[in-house]
């Protein structure tokens, strides 16, 4: 097996073990968070009803705006910044954070500084 296929199959098993603890409700959805290398990707996300409430991506023009590159930390803090406004848009001010199987460092991080700074509540 491939170094890269082991590394996808452990982040999904560290995936699946936290989405046991992390649910998203009608009161408080989840931020769902996913980096390749070159974007990265916010979702608020309703599991009890199966639905997206908000979506945000570096790939969005809209988004990414006049960023230099796509996938570092300032383009993470502003992917941030602009799910909590969508979120609030939709009357969400409270979710709880799911890293995806990710470390809670670097851009995952950011992602979660700037939608704290804000105003969404995690």
Do not use: C, W
């Not at 969005?60 to 609030?88: F, M, P, V, W």
């Not at 939709?90 to 700037?114: C, L, M, N, P, T």
């Amino acid at each position: 097996m491939s170094r890269i296929t082991d590394r996808k199959q452990r982040r999904d098993k560290i995936k699946r073990r936290s989405r046991q603890h992390v649910q998203g409700t009608a009161q408080r959805p989840r931020l769902a968070v996913f980096r390749s290398l070159r974007h990265l990707y916010a979702q608020i996300i309703d599991d009890e009803h199966g639905v997206t409430l908000a979506a945000v991506s570096t790939l969005d023009k809209t988004s990414a705006g006049d960023l230099a590159s796509t996938g570092n930390r300032e383009a993470a803090k502003r992917i941030g910044e602009l799910i909590a406004e969508r979120a609030k848009s939709q009357g969400v001010d409270s979710v709880v954070f799911d890293r995806g199987g990710f470390k809670y460092h670097g851009v995952i991080r950011a992602i979660a500084e700037g939608a704290r700074e804000a105003g969404l509540k995690f």
